[in-house]
Structures are given as structure tokens and as C-alpha cells.
């Protein structure tokens, strides 16, 4: 799959309904201790990979994302996020 430029994968996630979309980065092996959003949030993958579960799944899972993947999590679903050792850019829509 091509690699889409920020401008393209930003235009891409507002076309999916989301009014409120940026460009995020974090630093290799960076993580999120369980956490919920508000409202629905999407995260279209740039560059690196991330992993993610739902800690309060009854049988939680780790799933790891890379470049062009989507990752939607629903309002108010507690997640857990590790991300890969070369750091993660991402475009998100909340």
C-alpha cells in the first residue's frame, strides 16, 4: 500500500466524519496507561507501529498496527497503547 502524504491522510479522516483531526508523534517505546476518550476517536498510522488492548475486555488481546492501518476506539472503551521502538506518526480524528 503507498504510503499517503500528511495532507492526503488528514483530508482522508475528515472525509470519514471527523470534524477535529491532527498530526500526532511519539517518541519511541512511548506509552499510554489505560485511558478513555469522550467520543469515537480514529488513528490512520504514518510511519512506526503501535500496539493496543482493552484491558476491561473480558479476554483482552494485543494487537499491533503499522503504516496505512486505521485504529477506531470506541467513546468511553478503555484502551492501553505501547508504541514500536522507532515511534509512531499518526493522523487522529476525534
Given amino acids: 500500500m503507498p504510503t499517503k502524504s500528511q495532507s492526503e491522510a488528514e483530508t482522508q479522516v475528515r472525509s470519514w466524519g471527523f ?21 469515537l476517536t480514529t488513528h490512520l498510522i504514518l510511519a512506526g ?10 479476554k483482552p488481546e494485543k494487537k499491533t498496527y503499522g503504516v496505512g492501518e486505521r485504529i477506531d476506539v470506541d467513546a468511553k ?4 497503547v505501547w508504541v514500536g521502538k522507532e515511534g509512531c506518526t499518526y493522523v487522529i480524528g476525534e
Wanted: some cysteine; charged content about 25%; overall charge negative.
Fill in 77 to 80: 472503551r478503555v484502551h492501553e
Fill in 49 to 58: 507501529e503501535l500496539t493496543i488492548t482493552y484491558p476491561r475486555d473480558e
Fill in 19 to 39: 470534524s477535529c483531526v491532527y498530526t500526532w508523534a511519539d517518541r519511541p517505546n512511548a506509552y499510554y496507561s489505560p485511558h478513555s476518550h469522550p467520543g
